[in-house]
Every structure is written in structure tokens, then in C-alpha cells.
């Protein structure tokens, strides 16, 4: 069964800076693409971060870039977004998604997904 499973959301305030989560079984991990997308109340799913494990490419949306890193640790099948400089306009629910092969933009493009961590922003 696959499975991903999100963790490290929750409140802070506008400049500071949290760490996201995404922890996988289920599949060979070494060989997956592992993105990042969030939705806020209102707007629709958008990617924000992706890693291709087979190559350590890797993706950021023009919104967050510069301001957000992602990583891999295979050992641990976990992927991670480092979230810093965070603004209001970041706050949404964080999903992990995952892709045999590759990154895709469009959450369409995925084919799993962990149940979503709440990230909210605060003035």
C-alpha cells in the first residue's frame, strides 16, 4: 500500500519559518518524484516544490523561490520543505504527492497523496 504521510505544519509568524514532512512506504522510493502542493480555502491546488529522486532534480514555483527548500533523505523516505521567510500568502494546507517517475506541475499529474498539514501565517 502506498502511503504518505505529512507532519511539521502549524502556526507562525509572517518571517519565520517551519519544516514539512513527507514520510513514504509503499513503493520504491529511490525511484519516485516527491512534490509539495497547497491549497488554500478558496483557491485552487498549485505545486509549489518537487525533487525526482532518481536524478535529485529539483522544482520551485516562482512564489516561493528562494524562500523554500527542498530535500530527500532515502534513507528515511522522506522528503522535506523548508519553509522560511514565511508570508500570509503562504498559509494553506501542505500536500505530498508522489509520481513513479516524474515532477509534474499540475496536481493532476500525481498519482498518490498524503492526507494534507495546515500551515497558517500569522501578522
Known amino acids: 500500500e502506498v502511503q504518505l504521510v505529512e507532519s511539521g505544519g502549524g502556526l507562525v509568524q509572517a518571517g519565520g519559518s517551519l519544516r514539512l514532512s513527507c514520510a513514504a512506504s509503499?513503493?520504491?522510493?529511490?525511484?519516485?518524484?516527491i512534490g509539495w502542493f497547497r491549497q488554500a480555502p478558496g483557491k485552487e491546488r498549485e505545486g509549489v516544490s518537487c525533487i525526482r529522486n532518481s536524478d535529485g532534480r529539483k522544482y520551485y514555483a516562482d512564489s516561493v523561490k528562494g524562500r523554500f527548500t527542498i530535500s530527500s533523505d532515502n534513507a528515511k523516505n522522506t522528503v522535506y520543505l523548508q519553509m522560511n521567510s514565511l508570508e500570509l500568502e503562504d498559509t494553506a494546507v501542505y500536500y505530498c504527492?508522489?509520481?513513479?517517475?516524474?515532477?509534474?506541475?499540475?496536481?493532476?499529474?500525481?498519482?498518490?497523496w498524503g492526507q494534507g498539514t495546515q500551515v497558517t501565517v500569522s501578522s
Open positions: 504527492a508522489a509520481d513513479p517517475q516524474n515532477c509534474w506541475s499540475h496536481p493532476i499529474g500525481m498519482d498518490y
Open positions: 509503499g513503493f520504491t522510493f529511490d525511484d519516485y518524484a
